[in-house]
């Protein structure tokens, strides 16, 4: 037991030294007490995760927030006082609730657990087939041991990491794994170099995927967290969750708040001690001065406003799970995409066919077999519209042999009869049939580029259940990485009865009178090579050297677009060879052409990068695929420019170190050929060099990535449930346009979050030099309380606030660059405007306050305190109105646009005016009822802020007239 190996280069060994390496026996398994002693040593095959925090630990962090502690700080204090002299601490316990509705809604923010690692287990834990001491058993996966030999078979999910030590045609999806769609063929006879990506290592088995098709055994290598699968979880642990660019400006803004308060207060206190103040008052005036610093308000409105547009998304199909995330989007500067799926269709298409005479142009998306054949005579080099298929031998032949050496199936998801309609001209008409459905009915069953063949044969009409009906396969010769070829021997059955099909007809009248046939597919350079003969019409002539060399030039035309090319050939046979000469019968094939197949763009991709690119946002492709097939999408893409972008290979990644890799990264378009390991390298290096980063995935192989990411997104179609889990944002559709359209959506939710945050800190200004001025203008008392206070910071700035973060997008919001991700919440004018604003807000209150209360009018003296508090609330009505746009008066805006700030601010209003006349509210806050011509005074002093704010607008656009380069008053988003 001591001598298994701890690691080992499984895939460099051959079967017999992997046995040998795991002292095993693969005619009997592995004996009881060795199965004892491995599951003793190495544990359960099982993905163990680090315990999260728990909901109590998450609950209490929410209460270290430093505004919320400065209110717990007043709350106590306040209470403290009001019990001195026998009062109800009513201010106290108002403070408390809401320190507690903030504590609640942040708590129920951050509270959904991780379930990444649960879904990797959900992955891993399939029933499997051994063999043991001799005989086969079927255990839970968990049981399994390194040295185990299990079976394989069609449909099964692989349960550990494994050597193959027996295989019949297995065919193995590790899309899940490694990103691909496509499916890999199994070998078990084959050994590789150490340096061979995991994709390509074509005698493993690994945990987690899934087989397609045939039947194998498997030696067990490693289980647990020593699986691929078990390394991306240990990927996906050790990452650690950044905080996003508005967590980060909340905690800037917080502790500005905090900070400037609290020597506000210290100032107000000294000053008032040194002019011999009484401390209780001067005590007083801090409490009301904390208050109102503290926008109470703010964070409900955030988490309010973040939801608002989370529901925005949804209905642009991008379902946010994280709600940070949707304003982080507004910041993001660089889109890591996945291509398969999310920039293409991920459903492989044959575009173009190329044989001796003729070149055919197909038109048509997805796997429907509706499309038309533009066909053009090489030798004219002009478009034949008066030919079709039917006519070109060559074409059908190629169709024929598309649909004969083929492993997929080409299914429609009900059942329709198809049929031949009559012709005009009597005869059948074999041109395509239109299926009309109200969605694509059409699946692929098998490889998605074997389906793309089927669907190519299908537009004419040449459909895989009449071959298989009249061509029976005999034999196969299997596609492998060293061959790159496929072959199929079929038998022609007879084709003499009345309902054999037109297309069945054709195809045997073109065929050398001969009982079998082999069909061949594969890579064009080698399928060529074992060809001496061509097809030409109906006629077969000798293949000439200059042909060979067209036909490689075409070969390299397409695969520069970023085609998968195949070449396909024939071989009449005699009778049907034996085991020993199916090794050696592909030799001496008639070629018969070329055809082109490519995953086809997203129409909208092009647009959409467009877009974002207008928008200073970069879009990167990071796959799995071949440099030159990545290159060739992402340069029709425009995401990729020869001439100052960068391609780079895993490979090349591997050679780096970080820092290299960071020194690199910004000026790369394009990594292909890249590992889970890369990909997470490659956000992090982004992150570095100050991107914000916006990463897609669907597989397991991406969830570290996504989990890295400022924006991790997952696809909501073909997206594995660890990369959801992963992710901040699920794309409903898979469409990298989605993204675009949550960029501006989170654009659009980050400048209404920073419009409502300089209408309340503004007001909250005001209030706090008010308040502050009390003790040196002989007011006796300070005009606020704290649960007034309480009730302008919640009610009269939240409600308009929330109206605020609806307000529709402006039109230029996609055509700026992002917000730069380390800017401060103050940033471009708006901690200027803020202040200006709460200055001129204060002073109108201060010069109110003196009105009032030294005028001599009784009444407006015993009063000064509600008229104060009345004019403070009403005043923020109006300058909400104003801060609908920084450039746009309010009578110029359309109310229509936002009708809800406009309800909202009725809404207040009545609110404001029930405090003074229902004499329970009166009562409760303290407030007086309020003469029709005090009730004129707040309104008219009310509007001096608005007058203020919009005689700005009207200055700062003669100032831009006057110099157009310089603006006194920035405009605000």
């Known amino acids: 037991m001591n001598n298994l190996p701890t690691k080992q280069i499984w895939h460099m060994l051959t079967i017999d030294q992997a046995i040998a390496a795991l002292d095993t026996n693969p005619e009997s398994g592995l004996e009881s007490w060795q199965i004892s002693d491995r599951q003793a040593a190495y544990g359960r095959n099982e993905l163990n995760g680090k315990l999260g925090r728990s909901k109590l630990s998450i609950f209490v962090d929410q209460f270290t927030n430093v505004m919320l502690l400065m209110l717990i700080g007043v709350a106590v204090v306040s209470a403290g006082l009001d019990l001195r002299v026998g009062s109800f601490p009513k201010d106290a316990i108002a403070i408390a609730a809401i320190v507690i509705l903030n504590g609640i809604l942040g708590y129920v923010q951050e509270s959904r657990a991780e379930e990444a690692l649960a879904a990797l287990k959900r992955m891993a834990t399939p029933n499997v087939r051994v063999l043991r001491a001799g005989k086969v058993a079927e255990i839970r996966s968990a049981e399994l041991v390194v040295g185990d030999i299990v079976f394989v078979d069609a449909g099964m999910q692989i349960a550990a990491d494994g050597r193959l030590i027996e295989s019949v045609k297995l065919k193995v999806r590790e899309g899940a794994l490694t990103g691909e769609s496509q499916g890999v063929n199994k070998f078990a006879d ?14 493993m088995l690994f945990q987690g995927t899934e087989v397609l098709r045939g039947r194998g055994m498997m030696l067990v290598t490693a289980i647990g967290m020593q699986t691929e699968l078990g390394k991306i ?66 964070p409900a409105v955030i988490t309010v406003t973040l939801a608002l547009g989370t529901q925005r998304m949804v209905r642009r199909k991008a379902l946010i799970r994280k709600l940070p995330a949707v304003e982080t989007l507004g910041s993001v500067t660089m889109i890591c995409s996945d291509k398969t799926g999310t920039l293409t269709q991920n459903k492989m298409v044959a575009e173009n066919i190329f044989t001796t005479n003729y070149a055919a142009q197909i038109s048509g998306t997805g796997y429907e077999p509706i499309g038309e054949f533009a066909l053009s005579r090489l030798a004219g080099d002009m478009l034949a519209s008066d030919l079709n298929i039917y006519q070109c ?64 044969a299908g537009k004419a009409n040449f459909w895989q259940t009449h071959f298989t009906q009249y061509f029976s396969r005999v034999a196969e010769i299997p596609f492998t990485p060293e061959r790159k070829l496929m072959s199929a021997i079929a038998a022609i059955k007879d ?83 034996t085991e020993d000469e199916l090794a050696d019968i592909e030799k001496n094939l008639v070629w018969l052409g070329l055809a082109g197949i490519r995953d086809a763009l997203r129409m909208e991709a092009a647009a959409a990068v467009q877009i974002s690119r207008r928008a200073g946002i970069h ?48 000026q790369t378009a394009v990594y292909a050929r890249v590992s ?3 990909k997470l390298r490659i956000v992090q290096a982004l992150q570095r060099s100050g991107e914000i980063v916006a990463m897609t995935g669907d597989g397991v192989n991406d969830a570290p990535a996504l989990k890295q990411a400022n924006i991790g997104i997952a696809m909501g179609i073909t997206g594995t449930d660890v990369s959801k889990e992963a992710s901040d944002m699920i794309l409903l559709d898979d469409n990298y346009a989605t993204i675009v359209a949550a960029t501006e959506e989170g654009r659009t939710v980050y400048a209404n979050i920073r419009r409502f945050i300089k209408y309340i800190l503004g007001s909250n200004v005001g209030e706090v030099i008010a308040i502050a001025s009390t003790p040196f203008l002989g007011f006796g008392a300070v005009p606020l309380t704290p649960l007034q206070i309480l009730w302008m910071n919640l009610v009269t700035d939240g409600v308009p606030a929330l109206a605020l973060a609806v307000e529709p997008a402006e039109a230029d919001v996609m055509e700026r660059p992002p917000f730069h991700p380390q800017e401060n919440i103050f940033a471009r004018g708006l901690g200027w405007y803020i202040l200006r604003i709460g200055v001129i807000f204060g002073v109108q209150t201060i010069a109110l306050m003196e009105l009032v209360y030294n005028s001599g009018n009784p009444s407006w003296h015993e009063h000064w305190k509600t008229i104060t508090f009345t004019t403070l609330c009403i005043a923020q009505m109006g300058h909400a109105l104003a ?12 109310p229509i646009s936002n009708p809800y700030l406009l309800v909202s601010v009725i809404f207040t209003t009545v609110l404001q005016l029930a405090l003074l006349y229902v004499p329970s509210l009166r009562q409760f806050f303290g407030t007086d009822a309020l003469s029709a011509s005090e009730l004129g005074l707040c309104f008219g002093f009310s509007m001096l802020l608005v007058l203020w704010v919009e005689l700005e607008k009207i200055f700062s656009r003669w100032w831009s007239k006057s110099h157009p380069s310089k603006s006194p008053v920035k405009p605000q988003p």
Request: glycine share 4%; aromatic share 4%.
């Open 883 to 894: 801060c609908r746009s920084d450039s746009k008066l309010i009578i110029e805006l359309s």
């Open 393 to 456: 031998a060559e074409l059908q032949i190629l169709l024929a042999a598309s649909v004969i050496c083929n492993d997929s199936y080409l299914q429609k998801r009900t059942v329709e009869q198809i049929s031949d309609r009559p012709s005009p001209r009597g005869k059948k008409d074999l041109s395509p049939l239109p299926i009309r459905s109200p969605e694509s009915l059409w699946k692929i069953i098998g490889d998605p580029t074997e389906g793309a063949l089927l669907t190519l």
């Open 190 to 203: 084959q050994i590789f170099d150490e340096d061979e990506s995991l994709g390509d290592r074509c005698n």
């Open 676 to 678: 889970p390991e890369h």
């Open 619 to 666: 879009t990167t492709m990071i796959t799995g695929d071949h440099q030159l097939t990545a290159q060739a999408i992402a340069r029709d893409l425009n995401i990729f420019y020869p001439d100052s972008d960068r391609v780079l290979t895993g490979q090349e990644i591997e050679l780096m170190d970080d820092n290299e890799l960071t020194a690199i990264a910004q």
């Open 495 to 577: 084709i003499d009865a009345e309902d054999t099909p037109e297309t069945i007809r054709m195809i045997a009248a073109l065929l050398p009178n001969k009982p079998y046939f082999l069909f061949c597919k594969g890579s064009p350079e080698l399928v060529l090579s074992q060809c001496d003969r061509i097809q030409i019409d109906k006629q077969i002539g000798l293949i000439t050297t200059s042909y060979k060399t067209s036909v490689n030039i075409q070969n390299t035309l397409l695969a520069s677009k970023g085609m998968r090319v195949l070449g396909f050939a024939y071989l009449p046979l005699e009778k049907l060879p």
């Open 233 to 298: 979880a240990n990927l996906l642990q050790d990452v650690e969750q950044e905080e996003t660019p508005l967590q980060k400006r909340m905690g800037e803004l917080s502790q500005a708040l905090v900070i400037s308060s609290l020597v506000l207060v210290a100032i107000v206190i000294a000053v008032g001690l040194w002019r011999n103040g009484d401390f209780v008052k001067l005590l007083n005036t801090s409490l009301s001065m904390a208050v109102a610093a503290v926008p109470e308000g703010l």
